[in-house]
């Protein structure tokens, strides 16, 4: 995946219409705040562990969060 194809994916809201589940788990891959070596970030997660990432990385929990409810509303 490039740059490109991320930026335009962030711009669409249906995300939230759109679930996928993990083949492996079954989990629902819905989009949360997420930490890393690298920051917080928003993506998805499942028991298989990190899924995607569909943000850059914040620096602060709390502002990663305002991004998530930004492209969920
Ligand atoms: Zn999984």
Do not use: H, W
Not at 20 to 40: D, F, I, M, R
Not at 48 to 55: A, F, I, L
């Amino acid at each position: 995946m490039d740059a490109g194809e991320a930026r335009v994916r962030d711009m669409t809201t249906d995300n939230k219409n759109n679930l996928e589940v993990c083949e492996e788990c079954g989990v629902e891959l819905n989009l949360q705040v997420l930490k890393s070596a690298a920051g917080y970030y928003v993506g998805t997660c499942c028991e298989c562990g990190p899924n995607s990432r569909e943000s850059g990385y914040f620096r602060s929990e709390k502002k990663a969060e305002d991004y998530l409810k930004v492209i969920t509303s």
